[in-house]
């Protein structure tokens, strides 16, 4: 599989193309496309979240993964390499290879300037069509913003906008608190 879009293939040939190949690559309705490589912004953001996180979620029934975990978005027909999920309850993966998971509570996507247009526009829509999912957070690596998108009860979507370093992202869908001056801990010009 190459950078470029790939003659459209079906989830199943997709599965077992990705589960042979030494890059990841995620899936579009019939259309495979590589992952770019990670600043070290977005990498430090990544580790910083899930290191904040890990703590929290541990003995609470939870647990976090980070970019290896593929997650299937069934409505839209997408697979999909979040930059953290976190499961609440029992993971229900796709099949017995554990390596997809069909029930994230959380994902979290690191914003890049070649991805942010995506994972702001048709990616978001489509995770907000995963049933299990209750937060979503979009993380900028070029300054100190978060876009914070919570499912209500009546299955609606209401978004906050954080930008104050001091800030709590308040997260008790999954019994945690993620300090916004842990998230940007160490990162260049932020």
């Not at 647990?63 to 609440?88: H, K, L």
Request: charged share 25%.
């Amino acid at each position: 599989m190459s950078a470029e879009a790939q003659r459209l293939v079906s989830a199943e040939q997709y599965l077992a193309q990705e589960r042979e190949s030494e890059e990841k690559h995620e899936y579009w309705a019939g259309e495979v496309v590589a992952m770019a490589g990670a600043s070290r912004a977005h990498s430090l953001i990544c580790w910083n979240i899930a290191n904040a996180l890990g703590p929290q979620i541990r003995g609470h029934g939870c647990e976090g993964y980070v970019s290896e975990m593929r997650v299937r978005i069934p409505a839209s027909r997408r697979y999909v390499y979040p930059d953290v999920t976190v499961v609440c309850g029992e993971p229900v993966f796709e099949d017995a290879e554990v390596d997809t998971l069909t029930n994230p509570t959380l994902v979290a996507e690191v914003l890049s300037p070649s991805t942010e247009e995506k994972d702001r526009g048709i990616k978001l829509f489509a995770y907000r069509g995963i049933e299990s999912l209750r937060v979503c957070l979009l993380v900028s690596q070029e300054r100190c913003w978060i876009e914070h998108w919570q499912r209500q009860a009546d299955g609606s979507w209401r978004v906050v906008e954080l930008t104050d370093r001091k800030t709590l992202v308040d997260l008790p869908e999954i019994g945690s608190k993620l300090p916004m001056s842990e998230i940007y801990a160490g990162v260049p010009r932020i």
